[in-house]
């Protein structure tokens, strides 16, 4: 599943604390006077898919816990916080929480500085040129500057990257989708050309057979519509369609009770819809298409009822909306299969991009193995220097241990002994001459 829920659990704190933010309540435990526990217990909140998530939720559950800012942070408006006057705030938190505000943005540094290493590391030994400006992005929603405490300008940078990055959350979600279309009609068509006419035939009739029993199903009512939301009432919470009431049914699906609609409590009201056309057991049903059509139903909803634009429903939101005429239309909800996702043009571009990039690949590959092939070489050059090194200083030590001569110990010449008393040593066995032997002729 995509992380349709993601941005909905943040929590109504970041309704409150910045209102142009998607998001929805944290728990956090009411504190009427400065905080004796140390500890912060792990966000209990959705992921809100932000790389700094996790940074974002403990400061905001720490700054809740300070009476001051709690009190400034229920009376705030939009404009108070774009302009940063919440941020000034800050300097009227009690001291141990800015203490422990400091040791998150600290952790939240070091974590930034091993992800932009292991990041740099990476391209690097791809071979890969390295974009700076976008590594250095990533710590874009607190001042890097100052590495230890966390001051004004952290909270100002943290609401104002949340508040964007956000708001162009459902956008990116958007485009990696496409993507995953393209490529599964890519990968498609690539699997054709490997195929004998044949094949190629049957694969294309079981194609267009699986498409067509994906669009046979019911009628996909409006979401938002009196239809849909009868629907719901009657199968969902086994009440009589003509005892529908706004006010009790919006009570009934505000599940956690804070009087607004936020966007997983509204994307759970199209489950029904969107079991019309998608189930998980299918060949044909692909649940990322689920998942963009819930989202594509939710951001419909959003633009008709959400009047503020905060992206939460009031309850007075959703009874206004009720009473307009296009709440009482009947027009089927047009499901993505009937419209295209991407142009061939789109098509042609992404494949184009996936070429470039297996050329690169090929290209790296090729400079690899010459690059391996000429290490090889000259380890083999260097195993070789290493022989000889090896055999000249054999030869260093016999001749050390032999004085210099090379001749083995076996190998040297005889000398006769030199006799006491005799002056001249007797000569060579050769020239000895034969001595007669007494009673020998």
């Known amino acids: 599943m995509l992380k349709s829920k993601a941005v909905a659990r943040c929590g109504l704190v970041l309704l409150t604390l910045w209102l142009c933010i998607q998001s929805v309540p944290i728990n956090v435990d009411k504190v009427k006077t400065a905080p ?25 559950e720490y700054l809740e816990k300070d009476p001051h800012f709690k009190e400034k942070l229920k009376n705030a408006n939009m404009d108070d916080i774009k302009q940063g006057k919440l941020a000034e705030e800050l300097d009227f938190v009690h001291h141990n929480l800015r203490t422990k505000l ?6 939240e540094m070091n974590r930034l500085r091993m992800l932009i290493k292991a990041k740099h590391d990476i391209k690097a030994g791809n071979g ?4 700076h400006q976008a590594l ?10 100052n590495p230890d405490t966390f001051e004004v300008e952290d909270l100002d940078r943290l609401i104002k990257s949340a508040t964007h990055d956000l708001e162009n959350y459902d956008k990116d979600r958007h485009e990696d989708f496409k993507r995953h279309e393209m490529m599964k009609e890519h990968e498609r068509r690539e699997r054709l050309k490997n195929m004998s006419e044949a094949d190629r035939k049957k694969e294309e009739q079981h194609y267009e057979e699986m498409r067509k029993k994906h669009a046979d199903h019911p009628k996909v009512n409006h979401p938002g519509s009196e239809d849909q939301l009868k629907e719901v009432w009657h199968d969902g919470d086994g009440m009589d369609p003509q005892d529908f009431d706004p006010k009790t049914f919006f009570n009934m699906h505000d599940t956690n009770g804070d009087g607004f609609f936020d966007e997983n409590e509204l994307e759970a009201l199209f489950t029904k819809e969107l079991e019309k056309v998608y189930s998980p057991g299918n060949e044909e049903d692909d649940m990322l298409e689920m998942e963009e059509e819930r989202l594509r139903m939710r951001e419909h909803v959003m633009n008709e009822v959400d009047a503020n634009k905060d992206r939460l429903v009031s309850m007075s939101e959703f009874i206004e909306a009720t009473k307009k005429d296009q709440f009482h239309e009947k027009n089927e909800w047009e499901t993505l299969e009937q419209g295209p996702v991407y142009t061939e043009e789109e098509l042609k571009q992404f494949e184009q991009h996936l070429a470039n990039e297996a050329n690169d690949i090929n290209k790296k590959s090729v400079e690899l193995e010459k690059q391996r092939e000429e290490l090889q070489q000259r380890q083999e050059e260097l195993d070789t220097k290493k022989l000889g090194l090896k055999q000249a200083i054999e030869e260093m030590e016999r001749a050390k241990t032999y004085g210099g001569i090379k001749e083995s110990p076996a190998t040297e010449v005889q000398h006769a002994p030199v006799v006491p008393g005799n002056i001249h040593p007797s000569p060579p066995a050769h020239q000895q001459h034969d001595v007669p032997v007494p009673g020998h002729s």
Do not use: M
């Open 36 to 60: 004796k526990q140390d500890k912060l217990d792990p966000p209990q909140s959705a992921d809100t898919g932000l790389h700094y998530d996790r940074y974002l939720r403990e400061v905001i």
């Open 102 to 107: 400091d040791e998150l943005k600290r952790d």
């Open 128 to 131: 890969n040129s390295i974009d």
């Open 136 to 145: 250095l992005k990533q710590f874009d929603h607190l001042n890097h500057g």
